[in-house]
């Protein structure tokens, strides 16, 4: 690795890991956190959920199948850095046309790797998530080392560059504090166009073709598509919308979708969900699970270090049935703070921590789940959701 492209991840706890970037050469800050799925490297990158955050991919060979112009989720890539254990330099897949970091520098996203990805993970794991800071070092900070001094720390005058580093890891803005979804919503309503839904077996199209307001706190282009592609008519509004822009489309049913950050940032859209539940038929997914919870008087409250990967088994409390789930966010709703009088009650739960991870109503149509149908990254055995939606939507008709 030249050494110019020397760079380090410093943790607000103090820890340091020395690596070489790619992408580029700027430094970033943000929340660092972990997601254990071994595919889906493009998708997670451009995915609204991860704004303000440096992600950590367990799996420790990244860039092997390249990225392409299709397997993205959203308009641009939203993490605030990558780390990896190594970007291979060899990509072989029919479908790649670019390497992953062409692609990050194109959004101006940095990157490192060469660190002790598992030695991460562990201090994550044990102590939380971190706000942490990404620095690209420039060649006249430090002397000259070798690959095994640079990546074990053994260089002179990290003494005088390092306590600063841990400084400014201390000063980012924690996330709580961030309105994020403002950054990644849509500025205007727009209609979605169908898409190919390729590599998979397209579902069964709804003759009734439902209007669908979806409430866009940083929607995933999957969402869209597997609601699309089963004939719905898509109507996206800016988080912010009112009550009344959502009834002037006179929809069949409202979605609520995943987004970035704290759900008690987002009071507009909580204020919103309040006055239509009861009125129309409803979904929510990940961040759009959060809100409506808060919506009808529930809270929400931080997990240790989230639940991000493409693997989580998640109990349906309707069928008995466990199945594996992608997911990707740090805030759980808290079981016990649903009111007993709302109606709503838990319809899904974590296998591995016991979290909420979906609830539904006794009477109205409908119903939330905290991980992602649509996956991306991820199986797609959690599509029947969007056929369960439907089947309310239609129901109430």
């Not at 319809?347 to 109503?361: F, L």
Request: hydrophobic letters at 40%.
């Amino acid at each position: 690795m030249a050494p110019e492209n020397r760079a380090i991840l410093s943790l607000e706890s103090g820890e340091h890991f020395f690596g070489y970037g790619f992408g580029p050469s700027r430094d970033s800050a943000g929340e660092l956190v972990f997601n254990t799925s071994m595919t889906g490297y493009q998708e997670i990158a451009t995915d609204a959920s991860y704004r303000g955050q440096i992600v950590t991919l367990t799996y420790p060979l990244i860039n092997n199948y390249g990225a392409n112009p299709i397997d993205v989720e959203s308009r641009r890539a939203w993490i605030a850095a990558l780390v990896v254990r190594e970007l291979s330099p060899n990509r072989s897949n029919w479908r790649q046309q670019r390497a992953l970091d062409d692609f990050l520098a194109a959004n101006n996203i940095p990157g490192i790797q060469g660190i002790d990805t598992r030695q991460l993970v562990r201090i994550l794991r044990g102590g939380g998530v971190r706000r942490a800071v990404l620095t690209r070092v420039q060649p006249d900070e430090l002397p000259e080392a070798g690959a095994f001094e640079w990546l074990h720390g053994q260089v002179n005058g990290l003494d005088r560059l390092l306590p600063a580093l841990t400084d400014r890891a201390r000063n980012v803005v924690p996330l709580s504090d961030q309105r994020l979804v403002e950054d990644v919503t849509t500025p205007n309503r727009y209609l979605h166009d169908v898409e190919p839904w390729a590599p998979w077996v397209a579902p069964p199209v709804r003759e009734s073709n439902p209007r669908i307001a979806l409430l866009d706190c940083g929607v995933k282009q999957n969402i869209l598509r597997s609601l699309s592609v089963r004939g719905c008519r898509v109507t996206v509004l800016p988080y912010d919308a009112s009550p009344a822009d959502i009834d002037a489309l006179d929809p069949n049913g409202v979605m609520l979708v995943n987004g970035p950050g704290d759900p008690e940032q987002a009071e507009l859209a909580i204020d919103t969900i309040r006055a239509l539940v009861g009125r129309y038929p409803i979904a929510g997914i990940c961040l759009g699970h959060q809100l409506l919870s808060l919506a009808i008087g529930a809270t929400t409250s931080r997990l240790k270090f989230g639940h991000r990967g493409a693997n989580h088994p998640v109990k349906d409390l309707a069928t008995g049935r466990v199945h594996i789930t992608s997911q990707n966010h740090g805030f759980q709703v808290d079981a016990d703070s649903i009111p007993a009088d709302s109606g709503f009650e838990v319809s899904h739960v974590n296998m591995n921590d016991d979290s909420v991870e979906g609830i539904a109503h006794k009477e109205l149509p409908i119903m939330t789940v905290q991980y992602h149908p649509e996956a991306s990254p991820g199986p797609q055995d959690n599509q029947y959701l969007f056929e369960r939606f439907l089947d309310l939507v239609e129901g109430a008709a």
